[in-house]
């Protein structure tokens, strides 16, 4: 059975209802995929293959009991995602990476920060509502071949470009046929845009990736990027 | 200059944040904070996520220091492995060891169908080279070559080895002798290194190339039987033909003689006459010709009966004046009574520890 069908994520959600029988079947058929998962993360900081494998098998099952198909993320991209978010936490709960410049450490101030040293606290999905929404955004992004951490850094940073970024973007998130257009056909619709914002096929296609995140970042539930975008905007014209 | 941002996302080195000004950028990933959390941090440090300046010296030092180890890995293990010297030992089935620098063996190559029965029955890889030849001993013995009365040791080795010198010329001089098989044994060894690869072209091991050489030298046919089918008298002249043209050490009834011209002979010279009223006419120690030649050993007599009669173990002088002469030559003693005058004796045990050098046991 192909591990993204949707048969597979139907089987999902009937183990997720407590069907042992099911879900040992979905681990005994996903071993392999499990096991690729395991290489591909024991090699950085976590040496022992069986402990990692272990891990693996625990976000696995996290994956199986979260897994909402409604999401209309494929249960092996979110599945993958759990995996890695769960292996990073791992690994700052038991600080098997090192922390690499105590400089960068002293100048970031966490606002509203707890300042217990409780060691969950390093848990950076710790939140699972705020990590689903994260995963959804990342699978959007994928759909285009991209991600967060592919596009940091590639914003324009001329205030001008940024302004029809933002423009560009909410139309974009704004109209819900144009937005599950674009994911539909994985691509954004730069002639529908030009016309309906007034901005040049050319200034469009230079920045999509940039005005496809906004998009995508906007018509999320995390409500304080919309009010980053409404101040920047404000600021802006 | 601080700013405000969003972690969206947080992986083991860096988290990507959604900054106020509306910039995705990357950080490094401070220990406390999770996804969805704003934070106020340096734009100095943010703007640009310095992990690769960091890591980057880091990381060419780490892998230079790991070439550098597994340069001096590989190429150890390359010179440990390098063919240093081979023995072969032939009966009928004939055997040929390699040996690295250590005298270990490092491949074993059996000559013909026999031995490779043979061999497949024991470890020989790991051993030393006399601990590989008894067991190749043992084992003929044990599968039907127990009546074998000559055994064959040959050695391709560098000229200046004189402690695997030294350990072949004990084997010689000890031969092979047990409850069920008491056999002479024949070393010969050379510095040749070409001979291997003619001995491989004729497909012979380098003892049978060597009695090749021999025989065809001594105007006798070559037979591969020769070495247990040879009469007497056939025998007598190859084994003169040996002694001419290698360093040879053979028991009971024949002394080691060195008459290789070229060769540097920094071993031991030794004599063991077995027969107790054996006459024993011409236990030579020979100094090398090679006029450059030095001889840094001491030479060994080893009279095992008092009633020997010991004439003439002389010492050659070498042939060119210019050489330089360290040690002690055999004595000559002046009756059957004579003081021991060597200063090593052959172990009568070939793998016995040697040496006056202390070099190795």
Redesign the interface.
């Known amino acids: 059975m192909p591990l993204s069908s949707p048969v597979c994520d139907s089987l999902v959600v009937e183990a997720k209802k407590g069907d042992a029988f099911l879900r040992q079947r979905l681990v005994t058929e996903w071993t392999s995929w499990l096991h690729k998962q395991a290489r591909k993360c024991s090699h950085?900081?976590i040496s022992d293959f069986d402990e990692t494998y272990r891990l693996v098998l625990s976000a696995f099952h996290s994956a199986v009991d979260r897994y909402d198909p409604e999401s209309g993320i494929p249960f092996e991209f979110y599945a993958a995602q759990i995996i890695?978010n769960h292996l990073?936490d791992w690994?700052?709960l038991h600080?098997t990476?090192p922390?690499?410049?105590n400089?960068?450490?002293s100048?970031?101030?966490?606002?509203?920060?707890q300042t217990s040293d409780d060691p969950r606290?390093?848990?950076?999905?710790?939140?699972k509502n705020?990590?689903d929404?994260?995963i959804k955004?990342?699978y959007q992004l994928s759909l285009f071949n991209t991600s967060?951490?592919k596009?940091?850094?590639?914003?324009p940073?001329k205030p001008d470009d940024?302004q029809k970024?933002?423009k560009l973007a909410k139309a974009l998130g704004s109209s819900e046929t144009l937005f599950n257009q674009s994911l539909l056909e994985r691509k954004l619709p730069i002639q529908s845009l030009s016309e309906i914002c007034n901005v040049p096929t050319v200034s469009i296609k230079r920045h999509r990736y940039c005005v496809l995140?906004?998009a995508i970042?906007l018509s999320s539930n995390?409500l304080?990027?919309r009010s980053?975008?409404e101040?920047?905007e404000r600021e802006l014209s | 200059m601080k700013e405000q941002g969003i972690v969206l996302s947080v992986n083991d080195h860096s988290a990507v944040i959604f900054t106020k000004t509306c910039q995705l950028i990357e950080i490094v990933a401070p220990p406390n904070i999770s996804v969805g959390q704003e934070i106020v941090y340096s734009k100095d440090n943010s703007a640009h996520f310095d992990k690769p300046r960091i890591k980057t010296p880091l990381l060419v030092a780490t892998m230079a220091l790991a070439a550098l180890f597994i340069g001096i890995f590989m190429s150890q293990s390359i010179f440990n492995n390098r063919t240093y010297a081979i023995i072969s030992v032939d009966i009928n089935p004939s055997v040929q060891f390699l040996l690295n620098k250590d005298l270990v063996i490092t491949e074993v190559k059996a000559m013909n169908s026999d031995a490779a029965k043979l061999i497949s029955e024991e470890v020989y890889r790991g051993l030393t080279w006399q601990n590989g030849v008894d067991q190749w001993f043992d084992v003929l013995e044990n599968h039907g070559y127990e009546s074998s009365e000559r055994i064959l040791v040959a050695a391709v080795l560098p000229n200046d080895d004189a402690e695997l010198k030294y350990q072949l010329a004990a084997l010689g001089e000890s031969g092979y002798e047990s409850e069920a098989m008491k056999a002479q044994v024949l070393v010969v060894y050379s510095d040749d290194f070409d001979l291997p690869e003619k001995a491989a072209n004729s497909n012979l091991s380098i003892g049978m190339q060597i009695l090749k050489n021999s025989s065809e030298s001594s105007g006798i046919e070559w037979d591969p039987s020769v070495l247990k089918n040879a009469d007497s008298q056939d025998w007598l002249l190859i084994t003169e033909a040996l002694e001419r043209d290698y360093n040879v050490s053979v028991n009971p009834s024949r002394s080691s003689v060195t008459s290789n011209s070229n060769a540097t002979q920094t071993s031991p010279q030794t004599t063991a006459p077995s027969n107790s009223n054996a006459t024993q006419t011409s236990p030579q120690a020979t100094a090398p010709s090679n006029s450059n030649a030095t001889q840094t050993s001491p030479q060994a007599t080893e009279p095992s009966n008092s009633n020997a009669t010991q004439t003439s173990p002389q010492a050659t002088e070498p042939s060119n004046s210019n050489a330089t002469q360290t040690s002690p030559q055999a004595t000559e003693p002046s009756n059957s009574n004579a003081t021991q005058t060597t200063q090593k004796e052959i172990p009568s045990n070939p793998n016995a520890t040697k040496n006056s050098n202390g070099n190795k046991g």
């Open positions: 950085n900081g890695r990073t690994r700052r600080q990476t922390v690499e410049n400089q960068t450490q100048n970031i101030t966490l606002i509203n920060a606290q390093r848990l950076a999905y710790g939140d705020m990590q929404s994260i955004i990342e967060l951490a596009l940091a850094n590639h914003f940073k940024m970024c933002i995140c906004l970042l995390l304080l990027i980053y975008v101040i920047m």
